[in-house]
T-cell receptor, first 114, second 109 residues
């Protein structure tokens, strides 16, 4: 099993550009989520999904879109990048969504917006 | 509102036990206590979780106070590879892991 994979590892964008961060898991997990981590801070939840076709907002959803067309993939789209979105982005997945379950995190995507 | 309180940093010597404290005075009866850690430049990884009883696994032990208002993560013999930020978390509904700043553990050789 590859676990949770994220691409790209690094990305530099200009203000106003759009892009999609990719996340995939091969563990047949129902629950997937996206977090951002700013320097010296903990992780904050952006969006999450409890299964294919179902998504919902987390703590800091503004400026981001998600969709979940398959169990395996959960891409995060930045619609119009802003310097405030400079951060490290982590994708996570877990088997269950109804109760707190062990989450598996990807290696992260480091995004810089100029 | 922070649901957990942890010291910002702690130091340990290699091969010695480490006790990482966490206060969660507003914990409810159904809240599980989860611990994750984040090694430098990596994503968080699961360490251990528990509800009421003390828990052990190959990585660590979790000691939960009788009133459940505090817990302690115990690393029995710290190694240099254990240097990381340790997060104590009470997940919200829908598996929302509210990560605070955590405790940065430094292990000295």
């Amino acid at each position: 099993n590859a676990g949770v994979t994220q691409t790209p590892k690094f990305q530099v964008l200009k203000t106003g550009q759009s892009m999609t961060l990719q996340c995939a898991q091969d563990m047949n997990h129902e629950y997937m989520s996206w977090y951002r981590q700013d320097p010296g801070m903990g992780l904050r939840l952006i969006h999450y999904s409890v299964g294919a076709g179902i998504t919902d907002q987390g703590e800091v959803p503004n400026g981001y879109n998600v969709s979940r067309s398959t169990t395996e993939d959960f891409p995060l789209r930045l619609l119009s990048a802003a310097p405030s979105q400079t951060s490290v982005y982590f994708c996570a997945s877990s088997y269950a969504s109804g109760v707190p379950d062990t989450q598996y995190f990807g290696p992260g995507t480091r995004l810089t917006v100029l | 509102d922070a649901k957990t309180t942890q010291p910002n940093s702690m130091e340990s010597n290699e091969e010695e036990p480490v006790h990482l404290p966490c206060n969660h005075s507003t914990i409810s009866g159904t809240d599980y206590i989860h611990w994750y850690r984040q090694l430098p430049s990596q994503g968080p990884e699961y360490v251990i979780h528990g509800l009421t009883s003390n828990v052990n696994n190959r990585m660590a032990s979790l000691a939960i106070a009788e009133d459940r208002k505090s817990s302690t993560l115990i690393l029995h013999r710290a190694t240099l590879r254990d240097a990381a930020v340790y997060y104590c978390i009470l997940p919200e509904g829908n598996n929302d892991m509210r990560f605070g700043a955590g405790t940065r553990l430094t292990v000295k050789p």
